[in-house]
């Protein structure tokens, strides 16, 4: 029994001591590497930009994704990985960090090795969402912006075939005049949560909104009669759309996508109306100045072949959408300014 | 009837009871959603409604237990004291497990998953076997930690991408 | 156009890849701590790069391979494998207790590809009209569903009913830590970002099951032999006789329409299924005492339930575009990434790869019986390995599945939390069971009971028969439960009363 014991304590204090000097390592060691490197770019970043676009990477790239296999942001993402990989000769190897709309991987990574081998793909409506509702206390200022390199199909508002409704104008018209009783469904907390606080509050709609759920949900219950419009990714409707069994009524992008132009824009009904949700790469913040343009150089060379063009045309039904790094910093600015000015009625 | 079955209803009834009752406390300090779409029913409703129905269910079998602890008596049954050390020495082999468990997952962040693994899986072996077959154990315990750290390391890591800790193993580039 | 689905498939590259995806799910269902959703997840990265055919076959075999292998750690080990399984330990190991192994594994595999089969063939001729069924249930229908799931609970309790109830409860507790439904407030989360996540399932499972086992074992250590070895692993075929498999057709057939049921419901998935179908055999069965003593009807409806899940699952995943799980979701992402768009059209569009699904599915559940028939003889010898040396290794197996479910090591925290109630529960003879379907349906309730207060000045519930229905069933089984309950209490007490006085005189006359 004893003799148990004092095997256990052993093995205790034998498992504490590694662990106090593998965490008193692990602590330091990077940051002294880091440290005068950071400097070092920040200052060479600076004086002499020749210099700076040197750095190439030699090792593999870590890019945190922060939606699930399976989505537009994972694939977009694997396919800019793939693209990449050829550019820089090092592999980049994507991992899925989900949960809480991006939020989770995101706060896991803000603040991550800033060595340009530690990079987060997300799409903008997280990015700049989640900080509007109030899910997270940061925006796009926690990190480096990289790149924005994609924008999605876009949203749709949409009704049954059937329906009495053609344009965004006659719906809000009716749930004028019927207040309350045309049931609306949405995703509370998301971009089309905001998107119905935009109908409500600045368009005058008086809808029944009800939440239920995700765009498939959402597709479910405009199908199963359980609500009388919602908005759905274009992707999801396509089909019902030309079957005939959904209308749409607008797009929620500024202008409709590059391949299919005839789309009305629900901004022409509500100016502040747009959501334009693009792919983005983030690197944590602090990374050098140096590394982001170079990743930055290598993510507008790697999309610029005809093989992405020919993708993101399939997919996202747009052109190639990519932005340099002062762009793309303006891009996500003016984005976030938009949905900070929601921010009073969400 | 239910000899010293009643134990087995007043200590979880006390515990659940207590838990019920802290979880019931926190209800009041979640933010409520008051934007567009909310209702009266909010999202402290099923909270309140669980807790309430926990509450009510481990009092009902803590009272249980109390009935069944006074017919015990009553019947002559004698209320035995097991001494506290006594119960921990019995139950030794799933206490070393739950501390070894809890430092396994507690320090395989910072030491790593290679290290940690390894010896956890050696400890854990020992503590499965009981003492005198200890000495014909060691080794094939420690190829099987080596083994197991190891394989499980590379193909989950380097294969199929899981996000292993590599810990203090990263100074070797891994 | 089946022609084109059918040469599709029968392409040397794409049967290679079926197989391979069949015998890593397998792999994957068995070992406990990864699933069949995860198995999908690690793969889907891969198939990116594949044919569509090549890349939905690889899909749906990983899939059925996965719900399928759940089932041998389940029987063997009384771990299941994946959420899919937990029903099948039921009787699964006390099979395997009784020497049984062998036929618990056989029964298991050959009504798992039973199931499959009849939820494949449900899926080719009946999915238009499954599908409208399926869109009947909204908000208020769903709200009705988890509260009549829910009451099976008393079903499933036994005769303490308290304890089963606090179980349940609990893992409804448990359920609403972290971002609400429908609004996303956190809730419970003490400030820690992590747990806005809440607890994840898998998690949850390793907990109640992994961890207890090796406490269990733990336990047993100094007791000499708590768990008996059986040497005699001899399978003759499958491990049953036909006239042992002929007796189940009802039984199977009950259980699979249930797990086709469910499939077809989204959000509600094989866990919940394989419990209900148990649950139902058990109350209709003539021989209800002697379920979980480990006689073959429970594996029976497990089994079958689950995987008919499969097929369900997949109509309105096909004809609707509409994920009913992980598993499924992460199959429309790949459906989509092949240009295949799921929906009313599909059958106009993409026709041939709707038969090239189809024809996968049966391919790998060929696989599947193949592979597991064979592999039975091996699976076995698993009891042959010694218990302190597999359990570590399966709790670092446990601990790897918790990590790469979300990619976060903070979920491995909450597997040594959850183990550690789990034991001081079973400690408490407070079954865990219930839990999972508490866990489950919790949400469920939840979400939908919020989206009906939303709904309600608009649509009111008299607009909805299933509702009205669900909810008078819900009272009829709470009743009946009770009652069976109530009695199967009084026996027990009677027996145990017999028994102390049986006890009583043998004591006095040593004495």
């Known amino acids: 029994m004893k003799k148990f014991f004092a095997l256990l304590l052993a093995v205790v204090m034998v498992l504490s001591l590694t662990a106090c000097g593998g965490s008193g390592k692990t602590e330091t060691a990077p940051a002294a590497e880091t440290a005068p490197a950071a400097e070092t770019a920040q200052a060479s970043g600076t004086a002499e930009t020749a210099e700076a676009e040197a750095w190439k990477p030699t090792k593999t ?66 990015l700049t969402g989640n900080e509007a ?64 606080c935009v109908l409500t509050n600045i368009g005058g709609a008086q809808f029944n909104i009800v939440d239920v759920g995700d765009g498939a949900a959402r597709l479910n219950a405009l199908l199963g009669d359980s609500v009388d419009a919602t908005s759905l990714p274009y992707s999801t409707a396509a089909q019902y759309i030309e079957a005939g069994q959904l209308k749409s009524l607008c797009t929620c992008l500024s202008k409709a996508p590059d391949l299919l132009p005839d789309q009305r824009a629900a901004s022409e009904t509500i100016p502040e109306l747009v959501i334009d949700t693009e792919y983005v790469v983030l690197a944590p913040k ?22 992405w063009k020919q993708m993101v045309n399939d997919y996202c039904l747009q052109n190639p959408f990519v932005l340099n790094v002062e762009d793309t910093i303006a891009n996500l600015k003016e984005q976030r300014d938009l949905f900070q000015s929601f921010v009073p009625f969400l | 009837m239910s000899n010293k079955q009643y134990k087995l209803d007043i200590i979880p009834g006390i515990v659940l009871s207590l838990f019920a009752a802290f979880y019931l406390l926190q209800v009041p ?35 249980r237990g109390i009935i069944r602890r006074k017919k015990y008596l009553a019947e002559g049954g004698r209320a035995d004291k097991n001494s506290f050390a006594e119960a921990v020495s019995d139950k030794r082999e799933v ?38 077959n200890w000495k014909k154990t060691y080794l094939p315990a420690l190829i099987t930690a080596a083994a197991a750290a190891g394989i499980l390391f590379y193909v989950f890591r380097y294969l199929l991408n899981v996000l292993l800790p590599v810990g203090v193993l990263s100074v070797f580039g891994l | 156009m089946i022609l084109q689905g059918l040469s599709a498939v029968l392409q040397p590259m794409t049967i ?27 793969f889907l990265p891969v198939t990116y790069s594949m044919t569509s055919a090549q890349g939905i076959s690889m899909l749906m075999a990983l899939y059925i391979g996965g719900i399928s292998g759940g089932l041998i750690s389940a029987i063997l080990l009384n771990i299941p494998g994946t959420p899919s399984s937990v029903a099948t330990c039921f009787d699964g190991k006390p099979m395997a207790n009784k ?47 988890a509260v009549f799931s829910l009451s099976m609970v008393i079903a499933l309790t036994g005769r303490d009913m308290p304890k089963g109830l606090i179980s349940a409860v609990i893992g409804a507790l448990l359920a609403t830590v972290g971002l609400a439904p429908v609004d996303s407030k956190p809730r419970f989360t003490f400030g820690t970002y992590q747990l806005n996540n809440g607890f994840a399932l898998l998690v949850l499972l390793i907990g109640l099951f992994a961890i207890s086992e090796v406490m269990a074992y733990a336990e047993s250590v100094r007791k000499n032999q708590g768990y008996t070895i059986e040497t005699n692993y001899k399978i003759r075929g499958a491990g049953f006789s036909i006239k042992e498999g002929l007796a189940q057709t009802k039984n199977a057939i009950v259980s699979a329409l249930i797990g086709v049921g469910i499939g077809i419901l989204p959000g509600i998935g094989g866990g919940v299924s394989c419990m209900i179908a148990y649950t139902v055999s058990k109350n209709t069965s003539k021989h209800r005492e002697l379920y979980g003593t480990g006689i073959m009807d429970g594996v029976v409806a497990s089994e079958t339930a689950n995987n008919a899940t499969i097929g369900g699952a997949m109509i309105p995943l096909l004809s609707l575009g509409i994920p009913g799980d992980a598993a499924t979701a992460m199959l429309l992402g790949g459906l989509q990434i092949h240009n295949v768009a799921p929906g009313p059209l599909i059958y106009q569009k993409s026709g041939e790869v709707v038969y090239a699904i189809f024809f996968a599915m049966v391919l790998s559940a060929i696989f599947m019986l193949i592979f597991m028939l064979f592999g039975m ?61 508490g866990f489950i349906l919790g949400p469920t309730f939840e979400t939908n009971l919020r989206r009906v207060s939303q709904l309600a000045s608009s649509d009111p519930f008299y607009r909805h028969p299933i509702f009205c229905v669900l909810i008078v069933a819900t009272v009829l089984v709470v009743i009946f439960s009770t009652r069976a309950n109530l009695k199967d209490a009084r026996r027990a007490q009677e027996e145990e009363l017999a028994e102390m006085e049986k006890m009583k005189a043998a004591g006095s006359d040593g004495e």
């Open chain 2, 95 to 132: 206490i070393a497990s739950f501390i070894s468990l809890t430092i396994y997952v507690a320090l395989m962040g910072s030491v790593g998953f290679v290290i940690m693994t390894l010896i956890y899986v050696f400890v854990q072996i020992l503590i499965l076997t009981p003492r005198e």
């Open chain 1, 286 to 307: 602090g990374t050098p100045a140096n590394i982001v343009k170079a990743l930055n150089d290598a993510i507008l060379e790697a999309t610029s072949t005809e093989e």
């Open chain 2, 29 to 63: 300090k979640i933010v409520e959603f008051k934007g567009l779409g909310s209702t009266p029913l909010t999202n402290r409703f099923v909270p309140y409604l669980w807790g309430g129905a926990l509450l009510l269910l481990s009092l009902w079998i803590l009272v």
């Open chain 3, 16 to 42: 290679l890849l079926v197989a391979i995806g069949v015998a890593v799910g397998i792999i994957f269902g068995a070992i406990p701590g990864l699933t069949a959703t995860m198995a999908i997840v690690m």
């Open chain 3, 99 to 145: 020497g049984e192994a062998g036929k618990a594994l056989g029964t298991g595999v050959v009504f798992s590809f039973i199931g499959t089969v009849i939820g494949i063939g449900l899926l080719m001729v009946l999915a238009p009209v499954l599908c409208d069924f399926a869109l009947k249930f909204q908000a208020y229908e769903y709200c009705a569903l």
């Open chain 1, 61 to 126: 790239i870590n890019i945190y994704m922060t939606h699930g296999a399976g989505g537009d942001t994972d694939y977009m993402g694997r396919k800019l990985a793939e693209a990449l990989e050829k550019v820089l000769g090092v592999s980049v190897v994507v991992t899925n960090v989900t949960g809480s709309n991006g939020a989770t991987c995101m706060q896991q990574y803000k603040d991550g090795d800033t060595d340009g081998y530690t990079l987060i793909a997300t799409n903008t409506a997280a």
């Open chain 1, 133 to 196: 509702t109030g899910m997270v206390d940061f925006g796009y200022t926690a990190f480096e912006p990289v790149a924005v390199y994609g924008m999605q199909s876009g949203e749709n508002i949409v009704v049954p075939a059937n329906s009495p409704y053609n344009t965004l104008d006659d719906l809000i018209e009716a749930s004028k005049a019927n207040p309350g009783t045309i049931r609306y469904g949405i995703s509370t907390g998301g971009g089309v949560y905001i998107q119905a």
């Open chain 3, 377 to 437: 003889r091996f699976f076995v010898s698993v009891l042959k390995i010694p218990k302190n040396f597999l359990l570590p290794v399966i709790v670092v197996l446990c601990g790897i599945g918790a990590i790469g479910n979300a990619n976060n090591l903070f979920d491995t925290y909450s597997m040594v939390a959850f183990g550690l109630m789990s034991y001081l529960l079973i400690k408490s003879k407070i079954p865990t069971v219930p839990m999972i379907l």
